[in-house]
């Protein structure tokens, strides 16, 4: 699988990545069995990267991935997680921010130097690594916390990305970005100092291409890659505008449907379902270093796999125009 590097650093990833929120128990359970296996599935397909947080499962994510990951050689694969939240011993619960019957840690964001420091600590030991790829902070900006921003911002700028830089020196870390769900908090902290990378979850794709707007251009003035996430917009375009489908976690309402319609009809002018259309979307923009993949099911993974692997049509470029470089 072709490999793809991450800005202007040494660390190289696989333009295919696992993600594992699902893993991590995200709106169902799934066996410490059953998350080996698409974990195998995943590497032997080819995939060398794979991004967890501890916001999957409180650390049930990080810990599965952790146990797959020690049977292998380090230098074999790349390996992200996230920084901002802190967790803790807690209280068992059956629920948390949709993880099921997640591992039972207490959780408080931080995003100061020191905050995001002893949140990599903590991943390191579930990972079993003593040093992590790619370093996201995870989740800052008004999409999570509001107005409440603006003290983790305070926190971020005042000590947080200059500790990033200093772990980065150290070898802790590779690179680091952010991992986040909205294109203005990027667009914010790149004006204050540059980043490696961005795992940008829904905000270039074949729906919504809003990135497009001003943050791709800052992206390639300052040298920044992009892994993609969130390539089906949370499914609807996988699912098509079907009864119920969601976009952005929510059920769609008749603007966007009609807009997925609409796409439908132009993938299969070409012979393309509409969710192989998303996938090579995404993987085909010329900043996507990355395109992650998150299923807990080996039937779910293969799928989006066999889609990748198909052809497109001469026609491609010129139906879904626009931020389209070389396949």
Avoid at 33 to 51: M, S
Avoid at 302 to 326: K, W
Wanted: with cysteine.
């Amino acid at each position: 699988m072709r490999l793809n590097r991450i800005g202007n650093t040494d660390v190289r990833v696989t333009e295919l990545s696992f993600g594992c929120a699902s893993i991590g128990n995200l709106y169902r359970a799934t066996t410490d069995d059953d998350a080996q296996n698409v974990l195998q599935h995943a590497w032997d397909a080819g995939i060398r990267y794979f991004d967890t947080a501890p916001r999957y499962g409180r650390g049930l994510s990080e810990q599965r991935l952790g146990r797959f990951l020690s049977q292998r050689p380090r230098d074999s694969y790349v390996v992200s997680t996230k920084v901002g939240r802190i967790l803790s011993p807690g209280e068992p619960m059956r629920e948390a921010d949709g993880f099921v019957d997640p591992l039972p840690n207490a959780v408080r964001h931080d995003y100061s130097g020191d905050g995001l420091e002893a949140s990599l600590e903590h991943s390191l030991d579930l990972l079993k690594t003593d040093h992590v790829d790619i370093i996201y902070v995870h989740d800052i900006g008004t999409y999570t916390h509001g107005a409440g921003n603006a003290a983790h911002m305070e926190a971020f700028l005042g000590s947080g990305y200059e500790r990033l830089v200093r772990l980065k020196e150290q070898g802790r870390i590779g690179a680091f970005g952010l991992g986040v769900n909205e294109n203005e908090i990027c667009l914010k902290i790149m004006r204050h100092a540059p980043i490696d990378v961005i795992l940008l979850a829904g905000r270039l794709t074949l729906l919504d291409r809003s990135a497009e707007e001003e943050l791709t251009g800052m992206c390639r003035a300052q040298g920044t890659s992009l892994v993609l996430g969130g390539v089906f917009n949370s499914g609807i375009l996988a699912t098509g505008p079907v009864e119920g489908a969601t976009y952005d976690y929510e059920t769609a309402n008749p603007e966007i449907m009609n807009r997925v319609s609409h796409l439908q009809q132009k993938a299969e002018q070409i012979g393309l379902p509409l969710a192989t259309a998303a996938l090579h979307f995404a993987k085909r923009h010329e900043l996507t270093a990355s395109v992650l993949l998150g299923t807990a099911s080996v039937a779910s993974l293969e799928r989006n796999l066999t889609a990748l692997q198909a052809a497109m049509p001469d026609e491609f470029d010129r139906h879904f125009s626009g931020g389209i470089g070389p396949a």
